[in-house]
């Protein structure tokens, strides 16, 4: 099992950075399938960005790509999303989400993984 808790949201304006963590405790994450999900009110989770184990390869959904980079740190057993040109349309609860057993749906659905952080919040004004 591993337990996830994100850190680094907050409000910025449009054309701003910000990098969201998400720190793992227990299992080793490096080995599970980990995705950065976000969420506004009222409409459907949706994934933002995935990597698989090994860290070797990324995926973006199309409104993120050359914006948004995710990257995970072994050593620290934790992952990262850094965004960059932060729009409006950028703001959402922002979640990380790991899942320890394939097959592994792409485009990543919410419902296969089993572990969730509690969401940080991003939120950019125009």
């Known amino acids: 099992q591993v337990h996830l808790v994100e850190s680094g949201g907050g409000s910025v304006q449009a054309g701003g950075s910000l990098r969201l963590s998400c720190a793992a405790s227990?299992?080793?994450?490096?080995?599970?399938?980990m995705a950065w999900f976000r969420q506004t009110p009222g409409k459907e989770r949706e994934w933002v960005a995935v990597?698989?184990?090994?860290?070797?390869?990324?995926y973006y959904t199309d409104s993120v790509k050359g914006r948004f980079t995710i990257s995970q740190d072994n050593a620290k057993n934790t992952l990262y999303l850094q965004m960059n040109s932060l729009k409006p349309e950028d703001t959402a609860m922002y979640y990380c989400?790991?899942?320890?057993?394939?097959?592994?749906?792409?485009?990543?659905?919410?419902?296969?993984?089993?572990?969730w952080g509690q969401g940080t919040q991003v939120t950019v004004s125009s």
């Open positions: 227990g299992d080793t994450y490096s080995s599970y399938y």
């Open positions: 990597i698989y184990p090994g860290g070797r390869t990324t």
């Open positions: 989400a790991a899942q320890g057993r394939g097959p592994y749906v792409y485009p990543p659905q919410p419902a296969p993984f089993g572990y």
